[in-house]
């Protein structure tokens, strides 16, 4: 049940990344504001303007609705999604927050079941999609590939085809708010926490304005994101293949020596030797490609350098 100890603050959070959404944000409004109202609690609403390039933060200051606290945080510069969402959480001051996208294609008419389950004790509430039908036949393979990986690697399991669309008590965001990582990795952070956790599925709609910005390459990164922030695999297998590597070759290297030492030495040879230095020099760029990715993370980590910078905050 949610916490009625805490006082002095809305039922509810409505936390909104937003990233270029100037010809949407007044149909999301519309659409999201007789909902809530609907709901029966009162709320707030969180914009999070990631350093927009069009009038997105300047659409925000026109929305109103009686009633309702909204509260803007306009960056600096664009940060990226994961750092919106976060920013958006650390000012989030309902009993809980919904985390939802300002372009339609989360249906602001499933956060009154995520509240029901919320109010019966869940303490989050994830938005499953139904469907890929929205996504190329690319993107729909290579999120399935992505997920069955993480299903077997990551150190928490990540729930298939669950984004960011969710209902969190505030005690799951202030444990979100304890992990202050620079390189996020938002739905694995989200899965790290843990608590009592229901789902809700829901039927993922076209975008009704603009188009998204996240193209197969930052989809791509955003797996390598992953997967180097919750599990240590790749840096073992490579180990493994070097062990194997180095095996196979001191095998091969024992046969040429009594090849050698039975028959004699001959020229002829470079070819083959020229193939395995190939061979064994890809390897080892290889790995040391995935070390350098790890690296590269704890690099960035160690300096300390905050997660986003607000160049204005407002409530109205």
Known sequence: MPDTAVTGQPELSVVVPCYNEEA?????????????????????????????????????????????????????????K????????????????????????HPPETIPLMVTLWQAGAEVVLGKRQSRETDSALRTWFSNRFYSFASKVFEVPIPKDVGDFRLMDHQVVKALGSLRENQRFMKGLFAWVGFRTQIVEFEVAQREHGTSSFNLWRLLNFAVDGITSFTTVPLRLWFYLGSLVSLVSLIYGTIIVVDALLFGS???????????????????????????????????????????????????
Request: with cysteine; glycine share 12%.
């Open 82 to 105: 994961e750092a919106a969402i976060t920013a958006g959480l650390d000012h989030a001051r309902g009993k809980a927050s919904v985390v939802i996208d300002s372009d339609l294609q």
């Open 24 to 80: 949407g944000i007044a149909a999301f409004w519309a659409r999201l504001c007789p909902v809530m109202d609907a709901i029966g609690l009162t709320w707030e609403v969180v914009f999070v303007n990631d350093g927009s390039r069009d009038d997105t933060v300047g659409r925000i200051s026109t929305l109103t609705h009686p009633g309702v606290s909204k509260r803007t945080i306009d960056f600096s510069r664009n940060f990226g």
């Open 266 to 316: 001959e020229v002829p040879g470079y070819p083959s030797l020229a193939a395995l230095m190939c061979f064994l020099g890809g390897i080892q760029l290889i790995g040391i490609g995935v070390l350098g990715e790890y690296i590269g993370r704890i690099y960035r980590e160690v300096k300390f350098r905050p997660i986003y910078i607000i160049r204005e905050l407002r409530d109205e």
